[in-house]
C-alpha cells in the first residue's frame, strides 16, 4: 500500500491544513486529462493478501506503542504518523468485517485492497443499510467536467453532497494515482 498524492498542496501553515491552488509535483498528467477520475470511497480500508489473510490499515500516532502484529508500511513525514497493516481479527472492525465478507459472497476472495462500508463504519457517510466492501479496483467511475482547481473543487463537493462520496482517486494507465477529499477544500467565504 503506497500512500497516494493529494493533487493539490497542502497548507500545513494553517489548521486546519486546506489545500491550495497549486499541484503537488508530479501530479500534472490528472489536469491533463491523462487519468481516469473514480469515487473515494468513506469507510475503512481492509486488504485480502496473497495468503488469503484479511488486514485492516491502521494509522499509529507518533510516540504511541502498535498494535501487536502490526506491519509497518511508512510513516508519513508531514504528520509522523505511521501507517500500516493490523490482522483484521484485533481490528475493532472485525465484526463488521465479517458481516461484509458474508454480504460480499465469494467475490470478496480476491486479493486486493477493498473499501469496508456501513452502519457502523465512520458514522456511515456512504449511507449503506449494509457492511460491504468495495473492491479498489472496481471503484465506480466518476465524472469530473472541469481538469482546474475551481472546476476539481466543485464536481467533488457536488459528489459529498449527492451521496456522501469522500473525494475522487485518479488512475493514469501506467499505476499511477492522485487523490482529493471534499475536506480538503476550504469552505468559501461568505
Sequence with gaps: MKKIPTMFVRD???????????LTPG???VLAGEGQ???KYDGTCVMLDEAGKWWARREVKPGKTPPPNYVVIFTDD?????????PIGQSSFARFHAEAVQNH???ARTTG????????INGNPERSNVHLLIGHAHAQDVA???LTFEGIRSAVLALAAADGCEGVVWHHPDGRMAKIKARDFAPKPS
Design 78 to 86: 508531514e504528520t509522523g504518523k505511521t501507517v500500516g497493516w493490523e
Design 144 to 146: 469530473v467536467p472541469e
Design 27 to 29: 501530479c500534472d498528467w
Design 12 to 22: 500545513f501553515d494553517n489548521r486546519p491544513a486546506y489545500v491550495l491552488p497549486e
Design 37 to 39: 477520475a473514480t469515487r
Design 113 to 120: 485492497t477493498y473499501e469496508l462500508i456501513g452502519p457502523k
Design 105 to 107: 459472497g465469494p467475490s
